[in-house]
């Protein structure tokens, strides 16, 4: 029996990072009378899926090379996927990947992230993220200083939600603590290896004091020139 050979070029040794939902290019060497490819991966302790359509793929040439596009990538997270090419219609024709890749979700900070805003002291700051993919819990964390040199934690173990835009519960309220440099970090709490997902916002905000009421005067004060007044206030500081 004739039979040709295929040898995988990547992903191969070099771990590859994959976002779920994305794409990869998987690219073999064939050689020999092969005119139909199978593309599969499995991940963590898992079997092998197909990946190509039912019939094989012939690729795209790419040189001595061939490719082929992984379009949509499932939501699998792990830190431990492998590829294997073969030939379609002669499996023990076959060479598989012989790094550990890796296949993540996405966290986006929605707000507050690129435009600088300014809050009071007790207003409420609505703080949201767009995600894909099983990413597991989130921490939320705010700096004052902006460098997390000074991290407080809002939230350890916030549910991330369905894939799409969420928002924590209740709204976080401005702390007392007066500065313009205030930015919030979301991260994935306790995730394999690999699959870490963060984002901080990209604009400094602003909290201020707040003064809520003051008296007098009002609007019908009547006051003599050079006569000592009381003014009185009330505010967060």
Do not use: C
């Not at 012939?58 to 596009?69: D, E, I, P």
């Not at 007790?122 to 993220?129: A, C, L």
């Not at 369905?162 to 313009?180: M, Q």
Request: net charge negative.
């Amino acid at each position: 029996q004739v039979k040709g050979t295929v040898t995988l070029v990547s992903p191969d040794a070099t771990p590859t990072t994959m976002i779920v939902g994305g794409s990869q290019v998987v690219e073999w060497t064939p050689f020999g009378p092969i005119t139909l490819f199978k593309v599969e991966y499995k991940y963590d302790a898992g079997a092998y899926i197909e990946i190509t359509p039912v019939g094989g793929v012939a690729g795209t040439v790419s040189g001595a090379n061939k490719t082929w596009t992984w379009t949509n990538i499932p939501n699998t997270i792990s830190n431990s996927v492998t590829f294997r090419i073969s030939d379609y219609n002669n499996a023990t024709v076959n060479d598989a990947s012989t790094g550990a890749h890796i296949i993540k979700g996405v966290l986006d900070l929605m707000t507050p992230d690129d435009t600088p805003q300014t809050f009071s002291i007790g207003d409420s700051i609505p703080i949201q993220w767009n995600k894909t993919g099983t990413i597991g819990n989130l921490k939320i964390e705010y700096s004052a200083k902006g460098d997390f040199t000074d991290a407080l934690t809002i939230d350890p173990s916030f549910p991330s939600g369905a894939d799409g835009l969420n928002s924590l519960t209740p709204v976080w309220t401005a702390p007392f603590k007066v500065a313009e440099t205030y930015k919030i970090k979301v991260s994935n709490v306790t995730p394999p290896v690999g699959t870490e997902v963060t984002d901080t916002s990209t604009a400094n905000f602003g909290v201020r004091p707040k003064i809520n009421t003051i008296s007098p005067p009002n609007g019908t004060t009547l006051w003599n020139v050079g006569t000592p007044q009381t003014i009185t206030w009330t505010a967060n500081s």
